[in-house]
């Protein structure tokens, strides 16, 4: 473990508005947990920031003592680079900080914030912008990568939304990037991930969203699977923009419409949000019901941040979890059959398969725009493997790994940079196809010894 002097440390924390945090520390250990229980490592250090200049400090203590540094936003990455092991991990989970000016629909955001809390300030104003069903995630992972969810067919990815972002650079300064100023900087912010920098604020658009909004789940037998899925494929090809289905196969959980004997089994489960007009929505929505024989339903208006948190409980923190996933830009006979033989085979309880569509006015943003380059991805398609005791790690990576194969052959290119694994640092260049050279010198630019590399990393060669 690296002991650093105990001097340097004391320097450091005289000039630091937030926590350190030392192993012996008490919350040292809760501050280096995050969503993903397999991450299991040791920071040297933890500088929970209070403010930009507290993240200067950190990263100029970082380059001075040569230390490896991690960047922890909401926690929530799969991969789990949010924290390092003997190095110096910037947590930034307690800037917090909102503001949102309802008279030009834009919100200031902080790097700590997740999205339960960015939701609840803008929908305060009758305010959103697009972001991730998850309301625990963080607002800064999520955008850095793209950042797709309900919202996002009607008004784009996260960073379609993204104005400017406040950013510490690999040299300790404090830039403002936008698209007049540091122009390349915020072209690679807006996909590239942590490479870049340390946001300290990002700026956002938003947008009014209800406050209600026609939303919820109808559940189909899993024997009635190929069906529903065929049909799902095909109307979401040309649904209206204000309309969102997604779709997962799991067991079912214990939800109280289900009837008790479906509990624990297999389910093919539809998702949608109708972002205008709920007396409208119900009229689209309407062929979805007819797709089977449902199981049952619960469907209705409710405020959009209740349902940007219906999945939360599914989703909770400290389970053992593995992804993999493909882009499609069509659903196929192919990748319906190799879904439903999969589904069919779940190792958990838990373990998912879910296709969250996109296309909509993502897909109108010319792929060089900005760094994320996936513009082509109507679906997206995560292979959540979830269990957990470490007994069962084998079996559910290895049906994920398993399924993650049969369904390559029909998968577009690409693939969403948020979802990628530890181990699969080889499908980077592959994850952003025609933006990496350009990534790769503007890394040189920003970022030429690689400081900020525990993310999907963008190697300055
Ligand atoms: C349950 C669950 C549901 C999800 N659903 C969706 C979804 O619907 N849509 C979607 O688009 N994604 C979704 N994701 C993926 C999510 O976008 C990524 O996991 C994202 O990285 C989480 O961001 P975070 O800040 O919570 O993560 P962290 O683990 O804190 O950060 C991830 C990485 O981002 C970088 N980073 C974080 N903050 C900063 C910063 N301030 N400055 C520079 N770099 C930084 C670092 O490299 C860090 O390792 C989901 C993830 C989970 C676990």
């Known amino acids: 473990m690296n002991r650093l002097p105990k001097a340097e ?15 012996d520390d008490a919350g040292y250990d809760e501050a280096r947990q995050i969503w993903n229980a397999m991450i299991d490592r040791r920071p040297a250090l933890i500088a929970r920031c209070a403010s930009p200049d507290d993240v200067v400090q950190a990263v100029k203590f970082a380059r001075k003592d040569n230390l490896l540094v991690s960047i922890r936003g909401g926690g929530h990455n799969i991969a789990g680079n949010a924290v390092c092991h003997d190095g110096l991990m910037i947590d930034l989970s307690l800037m917090k900080s909102i503001q949102v000016d309802p008279n030009t629909r834009r919100a200031t955001v902080e790097a700590g914030c997740t999205l339960a809390d960015f939701d609840a300030a803008a929908q305060a104003h009758g305010l959103a912008t697009p972001l ?46 936008s698209e007049t100023e ?63 289905v997604w779709m997962v196969t ?10 008790e004997d479906i509990h624990g089994k297999e389910i093919v489960a539809l998702a949608l949000c109708y972002a205008g ?20 339903e619960h469907v209705g208006v409710q405020p959009y941040t209740a349902w940007q948190q219906a999945f939360d409980p599914l989703l909770s923190k400290g389970a053992r ?48 725009a900005m760094a994320y380059s996936s513009r082509d991805a109507n679906y997206v398609m995560n292979v959540h493997g979830r269990w957990e005791s470490a007994a069962e790690d084998e079996r559910c990576i290895a049906w994920a790994r398993d399924f993650f194969v049969k369904s390559q052959p029909f998968a577009s290119g690409g693939a969403y940079i948020n979802f990628l694994t ?30 900020f590399r525990m993310n999907q990393n963008i190697k300055p060669v």
């Open 321 to 368: 979890n593995y992804w993999k996933s493909h882009n499609f830009s069509r659903l196929g006979d192919g990748a319906i059959d190799a879904i439903i033989e999969y589904a069919g085979k779940l190792p958990s309880p838990q373990c998912e398969i879910f296709i969250g569509t996109v296309g909509g006015q993502t897909a109108r943003v010319a792929p060089e």
């Open 422 to 451: 530890q181990d699969e640092t080889d499908r980077i260049p592959f994850a952003y196809g025609a933006t990496y050279d350009r990534l790769v010198e503007l890394k040189k630019k920003y970022d030429p010894t690689n400081l």
């Open 132 to 177: 991730g069903i998850n309301s625990t995630t963080g607002v800064a992972g999520l955008t850095l990568g793209g950042g797709f969810g309900w919202l996002s067919r009607k008004y784009g990815m996260t960073i379609d939304n993204l104005l400017s972002a406040h950013v510490v650079t690999a040299d300790g300064s404090q830039v403002h990037a």
């Open 277 to 296: 007009d709920p007396a409208e929505g119900e009229k689209l929505i309407e062929p979805l019901r007819g797709f089977g024989t449902a199981h049952g």
């Open 9 to 23: 440390i004391e320097d450091f924390k005289a000039h630091f508005q937030g926590d350190v945090l030392l192993p």
């Open 250 to 259: 799991r067991k079912a959980p214990p939800l109280p419409f289900l009837p």
């Open 182 to 244: 540091n122009d390349d900087l915020f072209w690679g912010l807006r996909g590239g991930g942590g490479n870049f920098g340390v946001v300290a604020s990002f700026e956002f658009q938003l947008h009014p969203v209800g406050p209600d909004v026609l939303s919820g789940l109808i559940v189909f037998p899993f024997d009635q699977a190929k069906s529903v899925l065929t049909q799902f494929a095909r109307f979401t090809e040309t649904m209206p923009d204000d309309l969102n």
